[in-house]
């Protein structure tokens, strides 16, 4: 769904909850992601089975795997990311060098 990302690019992933570890802790299933993930949940009580959608920026794209970094580097396959903000390099406003004299 995802194509044409770049490194910067702030993406999402729509994850299915697994179950609650503890008070503040959900496990949730990344779509082809093999191993769970668990992530901090305060403010809402999510339920087993509700899809949640975690938010990160992409730190490396490599042919049709990306790794976004949730917290820590999580490595999915391009088709399971939405884009949220593409991103934009800070423009200057002055030269990095000095005018010849």
Not at 39 to 42: A, F, L
Not at 49 to 56: H, M, S
């Given at each position: 769904?995802?194509?044409g990302?770049?490194?910067?690019?702030?993406v999402?992933i729509?994850?299915?909850v697994?179950?609650r570890?503890?008070?503040?802790?959900?496990?949730?299933s990344?779509p082809?992601?093999?191993?769970?993930?668990s992530?901090?949940?305060?403010t809402?009580?999510v339920?087993?089975?509700?899809?949640?959608?975690?938010?990160?920026?992409v730190?490396?794209?490599?042919?049709?795997?990306?790794?976004v970094?949730l917290g820590?580097?999580v490595t999915?396959?391009?088709d399971?990311?939405?884009?949220?903000?593409?991103?934009?390099?800070?423009?200057?406003?002055?030269?990095?060098?000095?005018?010849?004299?």
């Open positions: 769904m995802a194509r990302l770049k490194i910067g690019d702030e999402a729509t994850a299915t697994r179950r570890v503890t008070e503040d802790r959900v496990s949730v990344l082809s992601y093999g191993f769970p993930h992530i901090v949940d305060r809402s009580k339920k087993k089975g509700q899809p949640i959608e975690l938010v990160g920026d730190t490396h794209i490599e042919g049709e795997w990306v790794t970094n820590v580097p999915v396959n391009v399971t990311l939405r884009l949220v903000t593409a991103y934009k390099p800070p423009t200057r406003k002055t030269p990095l060098v000095d005018k010849a004299t």
